[in-house]
């Protein structure tokens, strides 16, 4: 079984930043691609980044490129997503997710391949 544990998420003013992380268990991390979506309330799920197993590609979400970062690190067995410039359009509970399959070359951008989701971590830009 895989456990995936969101951290970092917080209140903060728009036009700050904010680091959320990942801590994965349960089976080889570096061999799967992993991703981060967001649900705001009222609002269906949504992509907002995502990795492949390697590190060697992402993307993103058009909302969030430019001010949004995906990085891992397969030695720590962590994702994590780097946010600046936050606006009050991010304010939304983050989820990350595990690729089902290994090896995937490009980074998964819908939600149905990820088969391993962590409880959520709230972010919360308002002045």
């Known amino acids: 079984q895989v456990q995936l544990v969101e951290s970092g998420g917080g209140l903060v003013q728009p036009g700050d930043s904010l680091r959320l992380s990942c801590a994965a268990s349960?089976?080889?991390?570096?061999?799967?691609?992993m991703g981060w979506f967001r649900q705001a309330p009222w609002k269906e799920r949504e992509f907002v980044a995502a990795?492949?197993?390697?590190?060697?590609?992402?993307d993103y979400a058009d909302s969030v490129k430019g001010r949004f970062t995906i990085s891992r690190d397969n030695a720590k067995n962590t994702v994590s997503l780097e946010m600046d410039s936050l606006k009050s359009d991010d304010t939304a509970v983050y989820f990350c997710?595990?690729?089902?399959?290994?090896?995937?070359?490009?980074?998964?951008?819908?939600?149905?391949?990820?088969?391993?989701w962590g409880q959520g971590t709230q972010v919360t830009v308002s002045s």
């Open positions: 990795i492949n197993w390697n590190g060697g590609s992402a």
């Open positions: 997710a595990a690729d089902r399959l290994p090896y995937r070359v490009v980074p998964v951008t819908t939600s149905a391949p990820y088969l391993y």
């Open positions: 349960g089976r080889t991390f570096s061999t799967y691609g």
